[in-house]
C-alpha cells in the first residue's frame, strides 16, 4: 500500500537557521510527491511538486527515488514560514493524493 | 477565477442523520475530489469525481457518497451518522497539468457530530 511518513510532528527552528522537513513514502511505481501548506486560518494550498523542480518561497525538495525520500529544505528560515507542511503522494494519475501525518514548523525570532 | 467555495462552513448534527455538503470547483476544472480531515487519521482521501462520474474511489464505508453535476459542482453525503464523522471534510478542484494534475483546496465544512 501506498504510504506517506513525517517523522517529526513539531519542528521548531530560529529565523535565518536552515530548515528541513523529512517526508519518506513507500510505493513500488513511480510517484508524483508534493509538499502542501497550510498557514494560520488559512486554505490548504500547493507549496511545490517533484516535476515541476521549482523553487518556491526559497524552498526546494529532490525527489530521491534510491532513498524513497522527498525532503523539504530551505537555507534561511523566515518567520512567515510558521505553518502546517504536509507531504503527499499521488500515483498512476490518479486524483488522489496520500497525505503524511504533517509537520508543523515554528519559526522562533 | 473564483476559488473553491465550499457549504455550509459548520454544521451539527445528531447520531444517525444524515447530512449533504457542497462544493463548487475552480471555474473549468471538471474533477473535484473530496477528503476528511481528522486529529488522529489525519487526510484521507474519500472520493474523485470526473464529468458526473465517480473515477477514484477511497476506503470509506458506503454510509459515505457523492455526486457531481453536469456544471461540475459536487456534493457529498454522510448517511446514519456517527460520532467518529466528526471532521473537517475538504473539497479540491483539480486542474489538468499534462498528465498529471494540481489540487486546490476549498476551505471545508467542519461536521460536529453529537
Known amino acids: 500500500a501506498q504510504r506517506v511518513t513525517q517523522p517529526e510532528k513539531l519542528l521548531s527552528v530560529f529565523k535565518g537557521a536552515p530548515v528541513e522537513l523529512k517526508c519518506n513514502y513507500s510505493y513500488s511505481g513511480s510517484p508524483e510527491l508534493f509538499w502542501y501548506v497550510q498557514y494560520s486560518r488559512q486554505r490548504l494550498q500547493l507549496l511545490l511538486r517533484?516535476?515541476s523542480r521549482e523553487s518556491i518561497k526559497g524552498f526546494t525538495a529532490d525527489l530521491n527515488k534510491g532513498e524513497t525520500s522527498f525532503h523539504l529544505k530551505k537555507p534561511f528560515a523566515q518567520e512567515e514560514d510558521s505553518a502546517m507542511y504536509y507531504c503527499?503522494?499521488?500515483?498512476?494519475?490518479?486524483?488522489?493524493?496520500?497525505f503524511g501525518q504533517g509537520t508543523r514548523l515554528t519559526i522562533n525570532p | 477565477k473564483a476559488g473553491v467555495t465550499q457549504t455550509p462552513r459548520y454544521l451539527i448534527k445528531t447520531r444517525g442523520q444524515q447530512v449533504t455538503l457542497s462544493c463548487s470547483p475552480i471555474?473549468?476544472?471538471?474533477?473535484v475530489s473530496w477528503y476528511q480531515q481528522t486529529p488522529g487519521q489525519g487526510l484521507q482521501f474519500l472520493f474523485e469525481y470526473f464529468s458526473e462520474t465517480q473515477r477514484n474511489k477511497g476506503n470509506f464505508p458506503g454510509r459515505f457518497s457523492g455526486r457531481q453535476f453536469s456544471n461540475s459542482r459536487s456534493e457529498m453525503n454522510v448517511s446514519t451518522l456517527e460520532l467518529g464523522d466528526s471532521a473537517l471534510y475538504l473539497c479540491a478542484s483539480n486542474a489538468e497539468r499534462g498528465n498529471s494534475y494540481e489540487q486546490y483546496f476549498g476551505p471545508g465544512t467542519r461536521l460536529t457530530v453529537t
Open positions: 471555474s473549468g476544472h471538471r474533477s
Open positions: 517533484h516535476i
Open positions: 503527499a503522494l499521488s500515483y498512476q494519475g490518479a486524483q488522489k493524493l496520500v
